[in-house]
């Protein structure tokens, strides 16, 4: 099984950057596409973007730009950069993963449990 674990949440003004990280562990795995997404309260979760492993990206129209992702494989961690952050940007931040067992090669998809981002205007 792999375990995502995302992190950097937290409370912004309007116009500052977050960093989020995602960070996938557990045993014999390769970790194949990480998407990262979001959901406001009141509304359905939104796909931001996804990354592959060769370090891949597209983007859904939710970062309007601001967003970007990245990756180091090395570290099996997954990164959202966001900037100029605005109030309809508070949600909860999600990542989700298709990795490899290398013992099985099942390809299990897992979710993080999320980061709060709340921006204060």
């Known amino acids: 099984q792999v375990q995502l674990v995302e992190s950097g949440g937290g409370l912004v003004q309007s116009g500052e950057s977050l960093r989020l990280s995602c960070v996938a562990s557990?045993?014999?795995?390769?970790?194949?596409?990480v998407g990262w997404h979001r959901q406001a309260p009141g509304r359905q979760r939104e796909l931001i973007g996804r990354i592959t492993r060769d370090g891949s990206t597209n983007f859904a129209d939710s970062g309007d730009g601001r967003f970007t992702i990245s990756r180091d494989n090395a570290k099996n961690t997954v990164y959202l950069e966001m900037n100029s952050l605005k109030p309809e940007d508070t949600a909860v931040y999600y990542c989700?993963?298709?990795?490899?067992?290398?013992?099985?090669?099942?390809?299990?998809?897992?979710w993080g449990q999320g980061t709060q981002v709340t921006v204060s205007s």
């Open positions: 989700d993963a298709f990795s490899r067992i290398t013992t099985t090669n099942k390809v299990p998809h897992n």
């Open positions: 557990g045993n014999s795995f390769i970790l194949g596409a």
